[in-house]
């Protein structure tokens, strides 16, 4: 069986079935053992899908970069729940704006591993577009007075 040279292992049924993974392998679940449905996941989760769209869609991340932007939606959503403690006490403590900052900096460093800049989806432009689209003939329909010769 030949396989194309951007296919993972993780990828090929024969390697990993889907059924046989688990769930957080198959995306239907954040983090095990945790109702998916809170407001904390799904925040995390609407983060996790920007940074993959960022980078150009599950089909152009590597495993490694989704790793990384799945630790980074997991601090800025913890970060953004600090912000959220600090509006209302309309301060912080030190030590709250120690974790804070050292939160701030992993996220900048986990995002600079996996580029900062969005990367554009390739999209065909709408002349290539309609060009790839299968070519019909118009049809012509006998009308029921007319009787073909």
Request: hydrophobic share 35%; with cysteine.
């Amino acid at each position: 069986m030949q396989k194309s040279a951007d296919c993972r292992p993780c990828d090929t049924p024969e390697v990993a079935p889907r059924k046989g993974r688990s769930r957080v392998s198959n995306g239907n679940v954040l983090i095990a053992g945790v109702d998916q449905r809170s407001p904390w996941v799904r925040r995390c989760k609407d983060i996790l899908r920007e940074h993959v769209a960022d980078l150009g869609g599950v089909d152009n991340c590597s495993a490694a970069e989704r790793s990384i932007i799945r630790r980074a939606a997991v601090l800025t959503t913890e970060l953004e729940q600090l912000e959220t403690q600090f509006a209302l006490a309309g301060q912080a403590d030190a030590g709250q704006l120690e974790v804070y900052q050292r939160c701030a900096n992993s996220l900048r460093r986990l995002l600079e591993a996996v580029g900062l800049q969005r990367r554009a989806k390739e999209v065909p432009s709408l002349s290539e577009y309609l060009r790839s689209l299968p070519k019909h003939e118009p049809q012509v329909e006998a009308r029921a007075d007319e009787v073909a010769p």
